[in-house]
């Protein structure tokens, strides 16, 4: 049942911290600042090929940076695209990024990828399902059962996995104040849960014409994340762009009645130039809400704060993600939409 809840889809957002702190058990030795986890460190990939779809594409989009930062080349693919035009794997572990383990475009790539001599390896919330029969390696993202059609728990446990594969396969300085700030997740997003004003926010936007939400390098894939929650459950028109593609066009778009959510963390070169994204857009009268730790002077430009706590931008991604679902939950509660099925949507896609 829902426990209480009116929807899944807010008893999921509620079991977060549940769901992370069983992602992360027995994987982390914080005393040493390693990940041990068997398997993992004799993989040493060369490079990394992420296919996905829809809310899992963007955990892969995160992983790709995560490989990246630890400076092994990665890419993340849609699963779709991925089998039109095979791109050159070499010694590169493709990896499927797939909640249920059965959805036909990423099976479909995984077996392109095969095909081709690859190695794979499957992320998924579904033990003994295809991908993971199918694949080399699996990974479990051990976040329970998720229920609602819209990924909220699933994604979070995705993006916490994978900081795990990540730590496990490659060597990173950052691993301790990584691993610290994994450590401090769950009661991180516990405390959003209990003091986020998203409700408020909600309350002042349910009937704008659109919502566009920003974010660079981790919070970019936080961006596209927050606006496809927003559309698949509000039926509103929600777009995510990189910070510094506004100027490219989408511009254009913003009015008073379209309002920008940025996501700013930090106080280095990244929250500065996104700072600059949203003076154009506040130039511009659309109203700004600005989900951010406060190290930097966004605040000031913010017609609505929606705060995080200070910590690694990776784990700012899970939090600032967690009051946008939440954002999204009421404002599809305040339209009086059918939250846990939205129109036109099924769980599990398996359909190419
Ligand atoms: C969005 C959503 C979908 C899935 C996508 C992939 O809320 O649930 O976009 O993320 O269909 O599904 P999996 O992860 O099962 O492969």
Redesign the pocket.
């Known amino acids: 049942g829902k426990s209480g809840y009116d929807h899944f889809m807010l008893k999921e957002i509620h079991e977060q911290p549940r769901a992370l702190r069983q992602c992360l058990r027995g994987r982390v030795d914080e005393m040493a600042g390693t990940v041990d986890i068997e398997d993992l460190a004799d993989l040493s990939p060369s490079g990394v090929q992420f296919v996905?779809?829809?809310?899992?594409?963007h955990a892969a989009l995160y992983g790709a940076q995560l490989f990246r930062d630890a400076g092994i080349p990665a890419q993340a693919f849609l699963a779709s695209e991925y089998a039109t035009a095979v791109p050159p794997i070499g010694e590169a572990l493709v990896v499927g990024?797939?909640?249920?383990?059965?959805?036909a475009d990423?099976l479909s790539a995984l077996r392109a990828a095969r095909k081709r001599g690859a190695r794979t390896m499957a992320v998924t919330n579904v033990v003994g399902s295809t991908a993971a029969r199918e694949c080399d390696h699996a990974f479990y993202i051990r976040a329970g059962p998720e229920i609602g059609?819209?990924?909220?728990k699933?994604f979070s446990s995705q993006l916490t996995a994978l900081n795990l594969l990540a730590l496990g396969m490659t060597n990173t300085q950052e691993a301790r104040e990584v691993i610290t700030a994994l450590r401090e997740l769950p009661g991180n997003v516990q405390r959003i849960l209990d003091e986020s004003n998203a409700e408020e926010v909600a309350e002042t936007y349910e009937h704008s014409d659109a919502y566009f939400f920003i974010g660079r390098g981790y919070q970019f894939p936080v961006a596209l994340e927050g606006a496809?929650?927003m559309k698949?459950i509000t039926y509103k028109h929600a777009e995510g762009f990189a910070s510094g593609e506004l100027k490219h066009g989408p511009l254009a778009l913003v009015t008073q009645n379209t309002p920008v959510f940025a996501v700013v963390t930090g106080d280095g070169e990244q929250a500065r130039k996104t700072l600059g994204n949203v003076k154009e857009v506040e130039a511009r009268d659309a109203p700004v809400v600005a989900i951010t730790d406060g190290q930097s002077e966004v605040e000031r430009y913010a017609d609505h704060v929606l705060e995080l706590p200070e910590t690694h931008p990776r784990a700012a991604a899970v939090l600032a993600n967690t009051h946008l679902q939440l954002v999204s939950y009421h404002v599809a509660s305040l339209l009086g939409r059918n939250i846990d099925k939205p129109r036109n949507?099924a769980?599990?896609?398996t359909v190419e």
Not at 52 to 57: K, L, Q, V
Not at 97 to 103: I, L, P, Y
Not at 149 to 152: G, L, Q
């Open positions: 996905a779809c829809g809310t899992s594409y990024v797939t909640q249920s383990g059965e959805t990423t059609v819209a990924a909220t699933t496809l929650k698949e949507l769980k599990s896609v």
